[in-house]
């Protein structure tokens, strides 16, 4: 996996065809999913075809999300998928506690794992999920579970608690999370503005339905030549003098900024 993927595509479980595509759309990660995607009758023809995909290794990481730990399928997908040699990660669905992360790092030692935060509950205590255990890799926002939670007619109201897992994101030490999907496939325009929305709220790349959205995707979070321009700057000048200073733009640098620089040279790489 890059350093900092930016895309994550999702493919249902129960059509392996449909994943056989996603695995070479380019995606950073291919999403396969148990939960949402998979209808009851098909849960368990869906994890039988993705335990046998995941027998080796594939040319992508791949991550699947299980279903929820309260339901009937969510143990037999851990079960079923935590052994497999190809399995990269598993995003844990609907979790609202730090007791089912420690739950689900002891029977996947080894596997990392991703948090989806759906309910209010989950974003109160965000921070405390996202500390749990340190093969917690990452959490993540499900918006339109939690937009019905909270009875909200569209994502206006969705800010505060966008930023509450960016912050709780970075008080735990994990990676920026990405965004949400945007659930409108064709309005490539819309999805380019909430990603630029998004980018500027701290988040880092976005999950995605369609392989259409991922070069939009991949646009809207990687540098433009004047944030190259600045990081190199930046990055100059701490190595010519350590500790804060200011720059003759007036901008000013402290061990935060260079970090900052030095991710952005990162992801200009993918240019």
């Known amino acids: 996996m890059t350093a900092f993927p930016l ?16 695995l070479t759309s380019g995606a ?44 009937p399928w969510g143990e037999q997908d851990i079960s079923a ?31 990392d794992l991703y948090a989806l935060l759906e309910t209010a509950l ?14 917690l890799r990452g959490i993540a926002l499900g918006e339109a579970d ?9 994502d206006t109201g969705l800010d505060w608690p966008r930023s509450r897992l960016v912050v709780a994101a970075r008080a735990a030490g994990l990676p920026p999370p990405p965004q949400s999907v945007h659930p409108d496939t064709r309005d490539l325009d819309g999805l380019a503005a909430s990603c630029a929305h998004g980018r500027a709220l701290g988040f880092l790349g976005r999950a995605a339905i369609h392989p259409r959205q991922l070069p939009v995707i991949e646009r809207a979070f990687l540098p433009t030549e004047a944030d190259i321009e600045r990081a190199e700057t930046v990055l100059k000048a701490a190595a010519a003098e350590q500790g804060a200073q200011a720059l003759p733009d007036g901008r000013f640098v402290d061990a ?7 991710r952005t040279l990162s992801l200009a790489r993918r240019r």
């Open 146 to 154: 939690l937009q019905a939670d909270l009875g909200m007619r569209d």
């Open 7 to 22: 895309t994550w595509l999702y493919a249902p479980g129960d059509r392996p065809h449909v994943v056989a595509k996603a």
């Open 256 to 262: 935060a900024v260079v970090t900052a620089a030095r």
């Open 122 to 135: 989950a974003v109160e205590r965000a921070y405390a999920i996202a500390s749990a255990h340190p093969n």
């Open 81 to 111: 998928l935590a052994p497999a040699p190809g399995l990269s990660g598993l995003r844990l669905a609907k979790i609202t506690s730090p007791a089912e992360i420690t739950h689900v790092a002891r029977r996947a030692a080894r596997v």
């Open 28 to 71: 950073d990660v291919v999403v396969i999913d148990l939960e949402d995607a998979v209808a009851p009758d098909r849960k368990a023809y869906a994890r039988g075809a993705t335990a046998d995909l995941l027998a080796s290794p594939p040319a992508v990481p791949v991550h699947v999300r299980v279903n929820a730990l309260d339901g």
